[in-house]
């Protein structure tokens, strides 16, 4: 019988306070318009599944300690605290206050124990602290917190961050540099920039009953959680199928499939993020379909077919984007803090599932292409005229909310003795439709997909063979 890979005999062996290097030479930093919404989030919880190290565990936790120490130097509002000041405006304290470290034992697991179930352990939901904490909750507790819990062959570095603080760009910045400290660089790639004179910058205050906010979901209901992997090929198969809609009769050969896409994961200024390997030819490049969103409604129609919806019901799709490259001039892709917005696509659930691939597709590229400039300071201007935090979670029970994203370097996060062997999320801001992307190990543009969903509809989507003859086993 194998292991239990419940959490009940988790060993707390250690907690302290982890502080800066050098003393931040920052006083303050206001929160944004793309900030304020999220002080009803809970903390963002990534975390990263490494070999044992090739030293010992007391002396991992001495170098984490020493590297993380050195990282808060560089990122010196984690270190910090928010207030408020008496006009109503929230504030990043960067006053060296430290983060909290906790090493953590379970040693009945095994890497294998946690990574072969079909289902997501719960185990992982005690790999970070500040479980279940609001964003709001900085004003006294830590921005951020790193727990590193010992596995039976394994280690699990899990770091939890203030979403009013962070976005996943920044919090994945931070997680980069202390990884890249502790493997030994001692100059930084690129350092964080902190810059507040930005759109999003404004004099909009939202107000907050007292005691703060609340979780605007509850948390308690009953879920499933489910990685699936998407390879390059079945991703460039679906991208194919958004493009070309019923021209395409069977599926291409790789060959075809290559030269019809020029690679994968295009942005939709045109731009590649580097995984592309053939030259673009296509001077219209805001014209076509990209792979993440032809994966994105392969995903909006399988989960909707498993929710069993009236066809007249309204299915939303809610995607969120970055907007450093969207703003003219951009900002800088380094920009510390949230620098998001959310871009909801809506259908009827029949005319959804009624159409191809082609016609889900299409309604969310147009979007993600429409959200540029303009559209991102109208989105600010709304918010000034209405100041109101972020309604995450499924309220009709027919939405789907995607975050994270396969860009991000998750499996860059080297300590010193190789790159994780998966990444893994907390409980945090986790419901029916929650998704989050990652990239997938082997790179080259494969994805994987944590889902999260109702019972019912995981089994549903299980049971569609439409959407899992595109799933192919974790490398």
């Known amino acids: 019988m194998p292991p239990s890979t419940s959490s009940s005999s988790l060993n707390l062996v250690s907690k302290c306070i982890v502080y800066p290097e050098q003393s931040s030479t920052i006083r303050k930093l206001k929160l944004s318009v793309s900030d304020l919404p999220m002080l009803s989030c809970n903390y963002i919880q990534k975390g990263v599944l490494l070999t044992y190290p090739p030293y010992s565990f007391h002396d991992l936790i001495v170098f984490l300690k020493q590297s993380l120490s050195a990282t808060l130097s560089h990122f010196p509002p984690l270190a910090g605290r928010l207030t408020t000041d008496p006009d109503g405006h929230v504030h990043i304290l960067c006053n060296d206050a430290g983060v909290d470290f906790l090493q953590v034992e379970a040693l009945h697991l095994s890497i294998n124990d946690i990574l072969s179930p079909t289902y997501v352990p719960d185990c992982f939901k005690q790999f970070f602290t500040l479980d279940r904490t609001i964003s709001y909750s900085g004003h006294s507790k830590p921005l951020a917190a790193v727990q590193v819990t010992q596995l039976a062959d394994g280690v699990f570095i899990g770091c939890t961050v203030n979403h009013a603080v962070t976005d996943g760009t920044s919090l994945w910045h931070f997680f980069n540099t202390f990884a890249g400290i502790c493997n030994g660089v001692q100059k930084i790639p690129k350092s964080p920039d902190f810059c507040r004179n930005t759109v999003f910058n404004s004099n909009a205050v939202l107000r907050f009953p007292p005691g703060g906010p609340k979780a605007t979901f509850s948390g308690d209901e009953p879920l499933r959680e489910r990685i699936f992997h998407f390879s390059r090929e079945s991703i460039l198969k679906l991208k194919y199928k958004a493009n070309c809609g019923g021209l395409m009769g069977k599926h291409p ?147 789907i909310t995607m975050g994270s994203s396969p860009r991000f370097p998750m499996y860059d996060n080297d300590f010193g003795w190789g790159r994780p062997l998966a990444i893994r999320s907390g409980r945090a801001n986790k419901f029916d439709g929650k998704i989050s992307a990652f990239p997938g190990r082997e790179g080259n543009g494969a994805v994987d997909l944590e889902v999260v969903l109702a019972p019912e509809t995981m089994t549903g989507l299980e049971n569609d063979v439409e959407f899992m003859q595109y799933v192919s086993a974790i490398v």
């Open 253 to 399: 050969s790789s060959e075809v499939l290559g030269k019809a896409c020029n690679g994968s994961w295009k942005t939709v200024n045109g731009e590649t993020n580097g995984l592309s390997n053939g030259k673009i030819k296509n001077t219209n490049r805001t014209a076509e379909i990209s792979s993440f969103q032809s994966l994105c409604a392969q995903l909006w129609r399988a989960v909707t077919r498993a929710r069993k919806l009236d066809p007249s019901k309204t299915t939303t799709f809610r995607m969120a984007v970055n907007c450093r490259p969207r703003l003219e001039p951009r900002l800088d892709a380094f920009y510390f803090g949230n620098a998001i917005q959310s871009i909801p696509t809506v259908a009827p659930a029949g005319e959804l599932l009624s159409g191809d691939l082609s016609w889900g597709a299409d309604l969310l590229h147009k979007n993600v292409v429409a959200h540029g400039d303009a559209t991102v300071r109208k989105g600010v201007a709304n918010w000034e005229k209405d100041p109101r935090l972020f309604p995450l979670g499924n309220f009709d029970g027919a939405s």
